[in-house]
């Protein structure tokens, strides 16, 4: 890094030296505009964001408790008819549900009209994959609109 010694400062000329004197502190007042200035804003926008979260994670780590307890029961040890019961309206079949009558403590027979047919095999799917029920029979015939059915299923778990 060369420097500016008083000597060659002197040997400068009065323009030279003008530039010099009046150039340094407006760089510096460019840079500290320019850099320093919006690196700070950014800094406590950040510091103020992060709050916020801390505040939001606080809250919710106080409710928590409190949603995990009204909560529906979505658990594997769920009884049959409780899982079916609220799945069925989460996977859009709500309106197609027309009955589940139990077969024993592990079995369960659900009928169901004018069931779009795809989400009647998606909700049967994720049946299986999550809860590892299976469809121990079903009987399936179209119905008046089209791609829906009228499905009558015996459900079943280990």
Do not use: C
Request: proline share 6%; aromatic share 4%; charged share 15%.
């Amino acid at each position: 890094m060369a420097t500016l010694s008083l000597s060659a400062l002197r040997a400068l000329s009065e323009r030279e030296r003008r530039v010099l004197l009046i150039g340094a502190p407006v760089a510096v007042l460019l840079f500290f505009l320019a850099v320093v200035l919006p690196l700070d804003r950014s800094v406590s926008r950040l510091h103020q964001q992060v709050a916020r979260k801390q505040s939001d994670l606080a809250w919710m780590r106080q409710v928590a408790p409190e949603l995990a307890a009204s909560a529906p029961v979505r658990s594997a040890s769920a009884p049959l008819i409780v899982l079916v019961d609220q799945s069925a309206p989460q996977a859009g079949l709500g309106q197609a549900l027309s009955g589940s009558t139990p077969n024993g403590s592990k079995s369960l027979s659900v009928t169901l009209r004018q069931a779009p047919f795809d989400t009647l095999i998606g909700w049967l799917a994720r049946l299986h994959q999550q809860y590892g029920v299976r469809v121990d029979s079903a009987t399936i015939r179209r119905a008046h609109g089209p791609g829906e059915v009228n499905a009558s299923l015996v459900l079943s778990r280990p």
